[in-house]
Antibody
Framework: QVQLVESGGGLVKPGGSLRLSCAASGFTFSDYYMSWIRQAPGKGLEWVSYISSSGSTIYYADSVKGRFTISRDNAKNSLYLQMNSLRAEDTAVYYC???????????????????WGKGTTVTVSS | DIQMTQSPSSLSASVGDRVTITCRASQSISSYLNWYQQKPGKAPKLLIYAASSLQSGVPSRFSGSGSGTDFTLTISSLQPEDFATYYCQQSYSTPPTFGPGTKVDIK
């Protein structure tokens, strides 16, 4: 079945680094844009980054730009998030999600995140 | 960035009630609006995309409407498994942004 499984979370000190992974299965990974979304404890959802199917197009939230790097390995059906210079405010559950597209009237492209992993917890604390 | 707001922030309802949640965008987003449901300790689940299209497998008691800046999610007859937090999200422009959520709990 279609599945995303995140790993790599943990406890890290401020200023430290962590690399998250997301393993995809049950679909053609190389056909889809992929995103990372996070949720701080007791808070709402915050989009972090996305990467195009080929990896050629990448966007980041301003809050992580210059510190986080998204990448993917289509041969390994895997998505990554390298997180450097971590701060306390990066503490969150990190989800990877597949971005799908609905095309209406052959002109309108609607994007949505239809498959989510269970998340991996990142805690930044001294 | 496009700001998303939701109202109410929380509501209490009974099984069988009709529930309506409102989402507003800070600028027109046409129909580029998605709705997600999240239960405690679980990942979000897509309910509605393109403002009114029901995601496969989602019960028909969920419906979405609206365009431009104002949108609604309606649950026609609330079921025990619907007690959760609901988020809207715009996909009109990058960065995609979420509303703050509406928590639906048991009256």
């Amino acid at each position: 079945q279609v599945q995303l499984v995140e790993s790599g979370g943990g406890l890290v000190k401020p200023g430290g680094s962590l690399r998250l992974s997301c393993a995809a299965s049950g679909f053609t990974f190389s056909d889809y844009y992929m995103s990372w979304i996070r949720q701080a404890p007791g808070k709402g959802l915050e989009w972090v980054s996305y990467i195009s199917s080929s990896g050629s197009t990448i966007y980041y939230a301003d809050s992580v730009k210059g510190r986080f790097t998204i990448s993917r390995d289509n041969a390994k059906n895997s998505l990554y998030l390298q997180m450097n210079s971590l701060r306390a405010e990066d503490t969150a559950v990190y989800y990877c999600a597949r971005r799908d597209t609905a095309i209406q009237s052959a002109y309108y492209y609607y994007y949505y995140m239809d498959v989510w992993g269970k998340g991996t917890t990142v805690t930044v604390s001294s | 960035d496009i700001q998303m707001t939701q109202s109410p922030s929380s509501l209490s309802a009974s099984v069988g009630d009709r529930v309506t949640i409102t989402c507003r965008a800070s600028q027109s987003i046409s129909s580029y609006l998605n709705w997600y449901q999240q239960k405690p300790g679980k990942a979000p689940k897509l309910l509605i995309y393109a403002a009114s299209s029901l995601q496969s497998g989602v019960p028909s008691r969920f419906s979405g409407s609206g365009s431009g800046t104002d949108f609604t999610l309606t649950i026609s007859s609330l079921q025990p498994e619907d007690f959760a937090t609901y988020y809207c999200q715009q996909s009109y422009s990058t960065p995609p942004t979420f509303g703050p959520g509406t928590k639906v709990d048991i009256k």
